[in-house]
């Protein structure tokens, strides 16, 4: 008999806590790794031993889509997508879960406002000064003068 699969845990948007697999599963249903006990597999054991042990809907999405640490305009992209549908037509048969989400994000902002605009000028600064010192370090250093 042919034993299941493993799927691959969905990565979540950071405010929310629902535990589904890449393919669409209740994560509670099935069983389940993480994307880096997945990737560690791909590397141990190689593309084609992997994917007999894993759902190939869930490797191939895991290989697609990054997380929000990785970009968090990815992250948003996917689920925009997938919630409001492609480009051709809009779905109407995946709720309006995200679209609530942003809402109540806006919401949250307007009512704090000013430690909103604080954290984006705090990681504005962080950028520039992390390009600042990558510049300094790219240049070329002076030759040593020789030692006597």
């Not at 994307?35 to 084609?48: A, D, S, Y």
Request: with cysteine; proline share 6%.
């Amino acid at each position: 008999m042919k034993e299941p699969v493993d799927h691959i845990m969905r990565p979540n948007l950071p405010w929310r806590n629902a535990a589904i697999t890449e393919c669409g599963y209740d994560a509670s249903k099935v069983k389940t790794i993480t994307r880096e006990e997945h990737f560690q597999r791909v590397k141990t054991l190689g593309k084609q031993r992997a994917a007999m042990l894993t759902c190939m809907t869930c490797a191939q999405t895991t290989a697609n889509y990054g997380t929000w640490e990785d970009d968090p305009r990815q992250a948003l992209h996917r689920e925009i997508t997938w919630e409001h549908g492609g480009y051709y037509r809009a779905r109407t048969d995946r709720g309006e879960v995200l679209k609530d989400e942003l809402i109540a994000i806006a919401a949250l902002v307007d009512a704090h406002r000013e430690e909103f605009d604080a954290h984006i000028a705090e990681t504005a600064g962080r950028r520039d000064w992390l390009e600042r010192k990558a510049a300094l370090a790219a240049r070329p250093q002076p030759p040593k003068p020789p030692q006597l």
